[in-house]
């Protein structure tokens, strides 16, 4: 099976002391709550981003006013336009942040109010076959893909999870992010390595993989096809 990758393979770079990073990190927000789960608000913010990058029609003034010196966006501004963007489109979360159903609609005013030709979809009850087919095509189309790792179920506080992968010069080696749950992630890429399909995700700033076999396992034994989704953005860029 090919690779595929969204046209800019460095996703969003963000300055952040001398460290670059991999799409923004929710832990640089200051209100607690959204430091804690507002890691929507930013795959949010990010894609918005990533979308006026590559398509000029979709700039907005917002994020034309995001400094980005060599090419790279500073730290502050980017968080100022997050702050932005969650009081203008977002107004508010629950408690433990933001649903798939929630950012369908937050995504979608923002498309209407900027005249952006594209619909978003929060997809749920995908078999493993049609979530990676819908996920390649969108990447095909150079469109990130928000995906969710929902909560365990029945038992929200349970403690099963995903693991998360840094890769070392093609080797898979564990990161300290284990068992991953309530959380989205922006998928910038498919890649197949060792015969073992992997996501590569924008999650807290950097780049990580996630075995796909491993989170589909997740869905069937811990989660559900119905938390733990992907937005599906339709529409010609």
């Not at 990190?25 to 990058?53: F, P």
């Not at 933001?98 to 078999?127: E, P």
């Not at 969108?138 to 999870?161: A, F, M, Q």
Request: aromatic share 12%; hydrophobic share 35%; glycine share 8%.
């Amino acid at each position: 099976m090919e690779d595929n990758h969204l046209l800019n393979k460095d996703y969003i770079k963000i300055k952040n002391m001398n460290i670059v990073s991999y799409g923004g990190n929710q832990t640089w927000l200051e209100r607690k709550h959204l430091s804690n789960y507002g890691c929507g608000i930013v795959a949010m913010a990010d894609l918005s981003i990533y979308l006026a990058e590559q398509n000029p029609n979709m700039m907005t003034d917002a994020i034309r006013k995001i400094s980005k010196p060599k090419g790279c966006y500073n730290k502050n501004d980017y968080l100022a336009y997050v702050e932005l963007f969650y009081k203008r489109y977002v107004h508010f979360t629950m408690p433990t942040g933001i649903t798939g159903l929630g950012i369908q609609n937050v995504m979608n005013v923002y498309f209407m109010l900027h005249d952006i030709g594209l619909k978003a979809t929060w997809k749920v009850f995908l078999s493993s076959t049609e979530m990676m087919k819908e996920i390649r095509h969108l990447i095909r189309k150079n469109k990130p893909v928000i995906l969710s790792i929902g909560p365990n179920s029945p038992n929200v506080w349970g403690k099963e999870g995903v693991k998360f992968y840094l890769n070392k010069d093609g080797k898979m080696v564990q990161s300290v992010k284990n068992n991953v749950k309530s959380h989205y992630v922006v998928v910038t890429g498919v890649e197949t390595i060792g015969r073992v399909e992997y996501l590569v995700v924008s999650s807290w700033g950097k780049k990580y993989y996630i075995n796909y076999k491993e989170y589909r396992e997740y869905i069937k034994k811990h989660g559900s096809s119905l938390t733990s989704s992907i937005l599906y953005i339709k529409g010609l860029i």
